[in-house]
């Protein structure tokens, strides 16, 4: 079980990283794409600047149809700049919108896989501790919110296991005996150890078999709190 959480935890955080470089890359290349479409784009000013330089190559045009002419090109040129500044706009902001719509879908596309990898995994192993809540006050703990009562014994002993489990350490019956009772390990019996564990087992697997399988329906009876659909007998 430590090593299938620990795997769990470390796969669960290479998928973050995955998703963030993976975000990164396209929000750069839609930048990229984006920056080389503007830049490919004729420069607003090059009609006019095209139609000022044929004028003063060309002394000839002096005349007043001529000069006509150079205002209705001028006109010309600065709807065009208008234009293509339009499209410069519509472009910037279509690229938003792009750059936007793939990322929420590898988001989602990777929150779905993620999804199916857990619920495969609550399926192989039949329940997955997400979160471990030990209230000594209360004599209770939770997994996964929910509540089990124990006795003072087991909470000690589960309280044991749990620091021992932080510390990445494995107790034998007699170190769980020692630490308990404050005497030395030496002087501890091994099955005393193991007949707590053995309680705890029993205090803690009957109250989960009872909320999570077996449901006791009060003044009517017992039944299983599963779907029927997924009962087989062979």
Known sequence: MPESSFSASEARRSGNRTVTLG??????ILAAAGAMLLLALPDANAFNARVEQLFIENDALTGQAEIKLLEILAQSGTAFSETLSGYRMIIFVLM??????????????????????????????????????????????????????????????????????LDDDVLSGAEIESVISGKDAADCDEAAGATRIKRLRDTLGNQMVSELLVKNIARRGYMLAIDKDVIRMI
């Open 96 to 165: 938003l919108f792009a750059t936007a719509a793939v990322v929420a879908a590898l988001v989602l596309l990777v929150m779905l896989v993620a999804m199916n990898r857990q619920m495969g995994e609550i399926e192989r192993q039949g329940i997955q501790v997400n979160s471990l809540l030990i209230s000594r006050e209360e004599n209770t703990v939770y997994l996964n919110n929910f509540g089990f009562k124990l006795t003072a014994a087991a909470m000690e002993t589960l309280a044991v296991l749990a620091e021992a489990r």
């Open 23 to 28: 975000i990164a890359a396209i929000v750069l």
